[in-house]
T-cell receptor
Framework: GAGVSQSPSNKVTEKGKDVELRCDPI?????LYWYRQSLGQGLEFLIY????????KSGLPSDRFSAERTGGSVSTLTIQRTQQEDSAVYLC????????????????FGPGTRLLVL | AQSVTQLGSHVSVSEGALVLLRCNYS??????LFWYVQYPNQGLQLLLK??????LVKGINGFEAEFKKSETSFHLTKPSAHMSDAAEYFC????????????FGTGTRLTVIP
């Protein structure tokens, strides 16, 4: 079936502008994650959604970053007043909730959105 | 707290030679461990995972990894490198039950020399 999709694939914006990044998870996956991949800094967790539970926002670097997930499916990551240090590849992943336990959250990643802030 | 250390940001091997990419983890609870591969301009693809079953895990494309608790390691190996193996490889750890996110290493870029 279809994998995780993200749009746009590339985004160039000017410092101070707001941007929205979209993620469509794999159908039926209940968990959705956002990560940021910065040059020289590896992959950094941003936020996690699981079903209707309150999201885990512990990785968001500042209050300029927010995310929502509508209807338990599509998610949008919003960066307000973008700064040059926000330039990175933003990766989305989803995982199924396995029946029974323990949960072993294999995450399936999208191709990412490459953001460049000028 | 969990963390992953990948020794060697760049590894070069000759085509046909053994591939060894190192990963050491730190976790206060039994970990679940993953190796992902990232080809240029693509997302991460799962290579293999350790979930407390067999300690020797076989993955796609001929890769395997062995979980060694005494050494807190989960090194990735492949007996014979192919040109198509050139990519960036990430090791990741999660606590498992109830944990939300993966902690990634900084990655190892593998170059295969013809």
């Amino acid at each position: 079936g279809a994998g995780v999709s993200q749009s746009p694939s590339n985004k160039v914006t000017e410092k101070g502008k707001d941007v929205e990044l979209r993620c469509d998870p794999i159908s039926g996956h209940t968990a959705l994650y956002w990560y940021r991949q910065s040059l020289g800094q590896g992959l950094e967790f941003l936020i996690y959604f699981q079903g209707n539970s309150a999201p885990d926002k512990s990785g968001l670097p500042s209050d300029r970053f927010s995310a929502e997930r509508t209807g338990g499916s599509v998610s949008t990551l919003t960066i307000q007043r973008t700064q040059q240090e926000d330039s990175a590849v933003y990766l989305c992943a989803s995982s199924p909730r396995l029946a029974g336990g323990p949960w072993v959250k294999t995450q399936y990643f999208g191709p990412g959105t490459r953001l460049l802030v000028l | 707290a969990q963390s992953v250390t990948q020794l060697g940001s760049h590894v070069s091997v000759s085509e046909g030679a053994l591939v060894l990419l190192r990963c050491n983890y730190s976790s206060s609870v039994p970990p679940y461990l993953f190796w992902y591969v990232q080809y240029p301009n693509q997302g991460l693809q799962l290579l293999l995972k350790y979930t407390s079953a067999a300690t020797l895990v076989k993955g796609i494309n001929g890769f395997e990894a062995e979980f060694k608790k005494s050494e807190t390691s989960f090194h990735l190996t492949k007996p014979s490198a192919h040109m198509s193996d050139a990519a960036e490889y990430f090791c990741a750890v999660t606590e498992g039950t109830g944990a939300n996110n993966l902690f990634f290493g900084t990655g190892t870029r593998l170059t295969v020399i013809p």
